[in-house]
């Protein structure tokens, strides 16, 4: 009697076992390929982000060159401006040389500058033509257009450098959902193989959920 008693109580945790090991065997396999994707995405964001830091820096350069070149270009401006001016003032508006300088040296930017000075000093105060709006515009639009690509570059680099860590984060979690499976192998008892393993499995629900809010790298 005892001993028909005692079968199906072995039986059963026998099965429990087999049951337990199983479902360890499936967690240790789900965040094995969990761990291996949120850490082939961080390494993908890593990589963008490097490339992304590259492209900042060189844009950040391309700026500074265009900014040297708009410099140089406001010197000349206004170098020529000013011989262009004080011929006016020395021989009146019909001096050869201010033509000269007015048709072969002064640059276009320059000529519209001088049509927007006179018809904003016209009955009020001198406008000095290098306040014109347009001109800035013109002669510096190019070096302002580089740095905002520059500081985008930068900002995408450190938004793929954030979302790359996070990946890193769910590698790390993964990882730990592995200790909690595998550890639970070592024990004999089952109540402890269990609680070990609704642990990792728990994990791996939270490490799964935070890794489907994160965009694959493109």
């Given at each position: 009697m005892s001993e028909s008693a005692a079968s199906p109580t072995a039986a059963q945790t026998e099965r429990r076992s087999y049951i337990i090991e199983i479902l360890t065997a499936i967690l240790l396999g789900l965040a094995t390929v969990g761990a291996a994707y949120a850490a082939y995405q961080a390494t993908l964001y890593?990589?963008?982000?490097?490339?992304?830091?590259?492209e900042g820096i060189s844009k950040a350069a391309e700026a500074s060159g265009k900014q040297l070149e708009a410099q140089g270009g406001f010197t000349l401006d206004t170098i020529t401006w000013m011989e262009w001016q004080s011929r006016i003032i020395a021989n009146g508006p019909n001096d050869v040389v201010a033509q000269s300088i007015y048709d072969d040296f002064m640059e276009e930017r320059l000529k519209l500058a001088l049509e927007w000075s006179e018809k904003e000093s016209k009955g009020k105060t001198y406008v000095h033509p290098m306040d014109s709006p347009d001109y800035a515009v013109e002669l510096f639009s190019p070096a302002i257009t580089v740095q905002e690509s520059s500081a985008a570059a930068m900002?995408?680099?450190?938004?793929?450098?954030?979302?790359?860590?996070?990946?890193?984060?769910?590698?790390?979690?993964?990882?730990?959902?592995?200790?909690?499976?595998?550890?639970?192998?070592?024990?004999?008892?089952?109540?402890?193989?269990?609680?070990?393993?609704?642990?990792?499995?728990?994990?791996f629900v939270l490490s799964t959920l935070k890794l489907l809010q994160l965009p694959a790298a493109g």
């Open positions: 890593d990589g963008n982000s490097l490339d992304k830091y590259s900002a995408e680099a450190r938004k793929a450098n954030d979302t790359g860590d996070q990946f890193t984060f769910v590698t790390v979690l993964y990882t730990i959902v592995l200790f909690f499976a595998g550890i639970a192998t070592v024990f004999k008892r089952d109540p402890v193989k269990l609680s070990l393993l609704v642990m990792g499995l728990a994990l």
